[in-house]
């Protein structure tokens, strides 16, 4: 089968545009010029002629251009060429999302320039091994689409090497009249080492670089956030281009902006697949010693190793970093984990480059990117058995639509999918037995069998860099050698072949270093298979699948409901979302939420019988009133006034915007989160009230309440015993530990990144290897003596669930020991006035008296002790509105932040005091002191909420005020 390209696609047709505009103005056929390489300009040698670029429209006229393509575009024009510094600014960027034909892009652009204004030399800069060979693929593939669309043009398209012969080809680039295509690595001309600036005699003396600055080439910068160092800078310098032109989806300097289709745009045109994200996570799974190594450096003469562990804290076991040196041990910095008790003193550390490693007391060895523990052997088994099961679902869905589906997997250690004995005979690694025994598994249920007519040796391969006998070996990231390049080759090769349904092979396998070279667009399925949570970035793991199927014809196949990839995680997909979220935010420059002052420029109305666009101009006046209308913060984040939700909103623009509102309204509408993430908000002043602080209804208040306490508890341990026993009886049965595969859809728009799960399955693994010392690990949850411990768990008949899953088992049973210890202290707990000690009232002053207007209330008639009241929850903003509009409540305050009550389970905080007049029309007031909570029902409250509320009610009775915790002002 052939790749078929559209020549039609709207978005494509306007990033060419985008570039062959800027040079309106440029006369045919005079962008040739001849110079001779010799002293006499003008006189021609044959030998040694070069031919050249040449512009001749003015910078006036070019910087003309630019800002009318940028206002067409939706793009605020700039001022001036940006980057003065480098090549006079005349470098223009195309930002375009992974998958939507960047490459397709530039290479018609050439032509486009060329059949416009006769431009001829090119040359296309990489900055590595994967993309010159997939930009050479492309140029091979589209031959013989841009010869039909172009009628027949005569051009020569390369790939540079530092050969004898590769040196003859930039002479020809040099002297040839017809269309010229380089391509050629950075890393080939970006020392002065490199052959590049080398003198030689089958060029008469001069370099090979020499030849190509005669010829003012065009060049294209194929990810050019790559090529930012000083070094590669100065090799585009040396090639003397006439301008650059820079394609990527994640610039990190956005020269002079031409054109713009952003991750939202390409997801809302349907320009590539959705995504799903499945996600293989181990619950519970801290009973093990777990270790990851992430470095091994000499630090200013220590030798260091940066490992990843578990770590006992406060809220349980949590996975932390942490560096050793030699000596120190892994109990300590766990926080005394007796997981890893025994045997994990550093014994060695070693630096010596291709060899690190460090090994512990127990004689075990790591080195970098090694790990033990966390069930990673069974996290990646259930990956692989996942993506099997996406595959075989995919397969049978789409089994009429003429589309060959691929799975591909990214490991980080080729020996893991197969690897050699000392005689070099091969043999499978876990991960190839894994995936053989897991296809098999489900080819033979029923419902999948006869999806895939092939064996399971059929339809897997592995594709890796290769030694000199053969034998597959790993890549490094960032590394340029011919073992690598034969793997790109290899993919490439393939590329077509692969798409073929009679071809059997479905499941691929490569090295994650080798990622960039993987486009191939019928990848519905990756899984990325590392020893620890994915490092790859989240863009560049969905880019190998963003790209939309062909089916046998070579046709792209637009179908919502067919486009979707699926990765397969190791990790939640919250976890993923965010990150993946986070990337678009730095990579794209795109803030979610935020309304640039662009966004208006593309409205138009009629004038004279013409149809004229806002511009630049307009827009950000509109984006100005907004703003004062209190609609759009400082920044463009959209503000809670902005509710076109309710009845009678306006946006109070000015009469020459009127007739736009509901269009600019859509328009914001596009950015709005929905409350899925943060908003930014305007900060306000809270001012005190010196009028209500001075007042006596205050005074009167904070008399009552402002008296200090302290606490004594008293309990009988065999109740203690017997009530903890009964309340362990009760526990749910401790399951052994499970493993869940999540399936969910992930949209991109302009509200963020929104999830729906869209299936779930749960699996049981055997992972008990050792029993920990369970009594040391209560003892330190609890501070119950051993005696005590040893007595609950011998009543409590459940210890032979501790082998299931002993890390739940200890948690679960330390959190019941504490809550039940939790219930003997409210009956046991006694509060006292202590003489002399009491909150101030500066207390209010010390208060931070900054804050968000979204976490405000105004106040009336002075009824508080600021001018606003600040409010945490939805909960508090009712009950605030509501006791300000009460007429019987005289002053209501939000306690201090300092104004803390002292309780067996940690500082108390009470929510509100309250002087209420007196019911009947009697004179004397009311004192209280409420805490504000969802609901009144004690099962809606976590249990430390709940017990803290006891304290607290026990500590206002001894201090004689009403206190009790209500959900509204009702309630008061």
């Known amino acids: 089968m052939k790749f078929k390209f559209d020549p039609n696609l709207e978005y494509q047709q306007k990033a060419i545009q985008s570039i062959v505009d800027i040079f309106d103005g440029q006369p045919l056929g005079q962008s040739e010029y001849e110079v001779s390489l010799n002293e006499q300009v003008g006189f021609i040698e044959q030998n040694e002629l070069g ?121 020809q680039f040099a002297s040839s009249n017809e269309l010229q295509i380089m391509v050629i690595n950075i890393d080939s001309f970006n020392k002065d080492t490199n052959v590049m600036f080398k003198e030689m005699d089958r060029l008469s003396g001069r370099q090979p670089i020499d030849f190509i600055q005669n010829t003012n080439p065009m060049v294209i910068m194929d990810e050019p956030q790559n090529m930012e160092q000083e070094a590669s800078k100065n090799a585009i310098r040396s090639l003397d281009p006439l301008c650059t032109f820079r394609y990527s989806a994640t610039h990190r300097n956005m020269y002079n902006l031409m054109y713009k289709l952003d991750p939202i745009k390409a997801y809302e045109l349907g320009l590539v697949k959705k995504i799903e994200v499945a996600s293989v996570v181990a619950e519970d799974s801290y009973h093990a010693a777990y270790i990851k190594v992430r470095n091994i450096k000499n630090q200013n003469g220590t030798l260091k190793a940066y490992l990843t562990i578990h770590k006992d804290t406060e809220d349980g076991p949590t996975e932390g970093n942490t560096t050793v040196t030699h000596g120190d041990d892994l109990f300590d910095k766990s926080n005394q984990r007796t997981a890893y008790q025994n045997g994990y003193k550093v014994a060695e550390i070693n630096v010596r480059e291709g060899s690190e490693f460090v090994e512990f007391s127990n004689g075990k060895r790591f080195g970098i990117g090694d790990s033990q523990g966390g069930l990673t052997d069974e996290v990646m088994r259930y990956q692989i058995r996942t993506t099997i099961e996406e595959h075989l679902e995919k397969e049978k869905k789409i089994k009429d639509k003429g589309l060959k589906v691929l799975s591909l997997f990214f490991i980080d250690s080729v020996a893991n999918y197969r690897d050699y004995d000392e005689d ?41 860099a290769q030694d000199k006998d053969g034998k597959i070996k790993d890549s490094w ?145 509109i984006w100005k009133q907004l703003q004062e209308n209190g609609y759009l913060s400082e920044e463009g984040a959209i503000l809670s006034t902005f509710s076109p939700e309710k009845e009678d909103f306006t946006l109070d623009l000015e009469d020459e915007h009127q007739e736009f509102e509901a269009e600019i309204i859509d328009a914001i509408r596009k950015y709005d989160f929905n409350n899925q993430v943060k908003k930014k908000r305007d900060r306000r002043e809270l001012k005190l009230d010196k009028q209500v602080y001075v007042s006596d209804d205050f005074r009167e208040l904070w008399d009552k309440i402002n008296t200090k306490t302290r606490y004594r508890v008293s309990y009988d341990s065999q109740k203690l015993i017997d009530k903890a026993v009964e309340e362990i009886k009760k526990l749910p049965k401790i399951e052994k530990v499970k493993i869940h595969t999540y399936k969910t859809e992930q949209d991109i728009t302009h509200s963020g990144i929104e999830s729906t799960i869209v299936g779930q ?40 669930e501790f082998r299931n899953n002993p890390q739940k088992f200890m948690d679960e049973v330390a959190s019941t020991i504490n809550a039940t210890l939790k219930d003997m202290m409210l009956d046991g707990v006694k509060y006292e006035q202590i003489d002399g000690q009491i909150y101030e009232m500066h207390l209010f002053k010390e208060e931070e008296l900054v804050s968000y207007l979204d976490n405000l209330v105004k106040v009336q008639d002075h009824k508080s002790i600021y001018n606003y009241v600040e409010i945490d929850s939805q909960v508090e903003r009712r009950f605030a509105e509501q006791l300000n509009e009460r007429k019987d409540i005289k002053l209501f305050v939000k306690l201090p932040r300092k104004f803390k009550v002292d309780t067996p389970i940690g500082k108390y905080n009470p929510d509100w005091a309250i002087v209420k007049k007196a019911m009947y029309g009697e004179k004397e007031k009311v004192y209280l002191v409420k805490e504000t909570k969802g609901s009144t029902d004690k099962s809606q409250l976590r249990p430390s909420e709940w017990a803290k509320i006891q304290f607290g009610k026990k500590h206002f009775e001894e201090i004689g005020i009403d206190y009790d915790w209500v959900s509204s002002a009702d309630e008061v």
């Open 51 to 171: 031919i050249g670029n040449n512009l001749l429209i003015s910078d006036d006229k070019l910087l003309e251009n630019v800002q009318t393509i940028q206002e067409r575009n939706k793009i605020h024009p700039v001022p001036e060429l940006q980057g003065k510094d480098f090549l006079d600014g005349k470098n223009f960027t195309i930002e375009m999302e992974t998958g939507t034909g960047k490459t397709y892009v530039y290479l018609r652009t050439i032509f486009e320039l060329h059949q416009k204004y006769g431009f001829k030399k090119f040359i296309i800069v990489v900055p590595s091994v994967a993309i010159r060979e997939g930009t050479i693929k492309s140029l091979d593939m589209m031959k013989e689409h841009f010869a039909k669309l172009y009628n027949n043009p005569a051009y020569n398209y390369f790939m540079y090497d530092s050969s004898p012969a590769g040196i003859n080809e930039v002479r």
């Open 477 to 621: 990231e960032n590394r340029s050698v011919s073992a690598d390049e034969d793997a790109y080759n290899l993919i490439m090769k393939d590329k077509e072949r692969l798409l073929s349904l009679d071809e059997p092979l479905r499941f691929i396998f490569s090295h994650s270093a080798l990622r960039e070279g993987w486009d191939n667009p019928n990848v519905f399925q990756i899984c990325t298979l590392n020893e620890s949570k994915s490092e790859m970035k989240k863009r560049q793991e969905i880019g190998r699948g963003l790209r939309i199927p062909v089916n046998q014809e070579g046709e792209r196949v637009f179908d919502d409901r067919i486009n979707r990839v699926t990765i397969v995680a190791n990790e939640s997909y919250d976890d993923f979302a965010t990150q993946l979220q986070n990337e678009y935010e730095e990579d794209a420059g795109i803030t979610f939420g935020m309304v640039p002052k662009s966004e208006f420029i593309g409205l138009s109305r009629t004038k004279d019988e013409k149809t004229v666009k806002l511009g630049a101009d307009e827009s950000e006046k």
């Open 761 to 800: 399955r749960m699996d049981e693994v055997e992972t008990a290897r050792y029993l920990p010392d369970i009594i040391a690990y209560l003892q330190r949850q609890t501070e119950l003596t051993r005696s005590t411990l040893v007595r609950i768990l011998k009543k409590s008949d459940r210890l032979v």
């Open 424 to 464: 070099g005979i091969p043999h499978p690694g876990k991960i190839q037995r894994w995936f053989e025994e897991e296809y098999k598994k489900l080819t033979e249920q029923p419902y999948y069998k006869d999806v895939i007519p092939y064996s399971v040796d059929q339809v897997h391969d592995g594709y890796f």
